[in-house]
């Protein structure tokens, strides 16, 4: 199975802002990873597929790089609703596995 | 509109049963693989099952392969989970999140509601 490490688990940052969230697999999954963002109390929402494919209607100021081991997920200039929490998934087999998840803070 | 809602959770003691279900509207549903998902409180998301498309094909996460079952019913439009011999471990929140089309394995691309089973005595 693929492990899947997000750094950091917490970020503090302040609107405008540019943020960078870190997701690494213990094996090379391709670009076969999707970002997920959750707010308190919902479910979570697809934000990226395949490394770097926007979902429709996400905006344009998420986007995702990366392939074999290593991925980003990059907020261009935070607005007050992407205060929430992003999860990586892997979807190189059907064992899925999810990253421990990032904790976007307002500073 | 894609819709998945979840129900059948509730609180169970250890050892007991419960079956969830989740109904789809909105989709063709016997054209895509779904999944369950669950989020213990305070916790972050942990793949449990998948099932392909025609029901043939089924997966678990290790931590509940030979307690939980997954099935579907293609005329209905509902996915279920059996879970048997349930333990504290498995307090969370059950998600039915549908697999994309295209991709197998698949990404998820639209998510019910939740459902919440809490384990205790």
């Known amino acids: 199975d693929s492990q899947m490490t997000q750094s950091p688990s917490t970020l503090s940052a302040s609107v405008g802002d540019r943020v960078i969230i870190t997701c690494r697999a213990s094996?090379?999954?391709?670009?076969?990873l999707a970002w997920y963002q959750q707010k308190p109390g919902k479910a979570p929402k697809l934000l990226i597929y395949?490394?770097?494919s926007l979902e429709s209607g996400v905006p344009s100021r998420f986007s995702g790089n990366g392939s074999g081991t290593e991925f980003t997920l990059t907020i261009s200039s935070l607005q007050p609703d992407d205060f929430a929490t992003y999860y990586c998934?892997?979807?190189?087999?059907?064992?899925?596995?999810f990253g421990q998840g990032t904790k976007l803070e307002i500073k | 509109e894609v819709q998945l809602v979840e129900s059948g959770g509730g609180l169970v003691q250890p050892g007991g049963s419960l079956r969830l279900s989740c109904a789809a509207s909105?989709?063709?549903?016997?054209?895509?693989?779904m999944n369950w998902v669950r989020q213990a409180p305070g916790k972050g998301l942990e793949w449990v099952s998948y099932?392909?498309?025609?029901?043939?094909?089924?997966y678990y996460a290790d931590s509940v392969r030979g307690r939980f079952t997954i099935s579907r019913d293609n005329v209905k439009n509902s996915l279920s989970l059996q879970m048997n011999s349930l333990g504290a471990e498995d307090t969370a929140i059950y998600y039915c999140?549908?697999?994309?089309?295209?991709?197998?394995?698949?990404?998820?691309?639209?998510w019910g509601q939740g459902t919440l089973v809490t384990v205790s005595s």
């Open positions: 094996q090379s999954i391709r670009n076969w």
């Open positions: 998934q892997q979807y190189n087999s059907y064992l899925y596995t």
């Open positions: 909105g989709v063709t549903f016997s054209s895509y693989s």
């Open positions: 395949k490394a770097s």
């Open positions: 999140t549908r697999g994309v089309t295209g991709y197998d394995p698949g990404y998820f691309d639209y």
């Open positions: 099932i392909s498309s025609s029901g043939n094909t089924k």
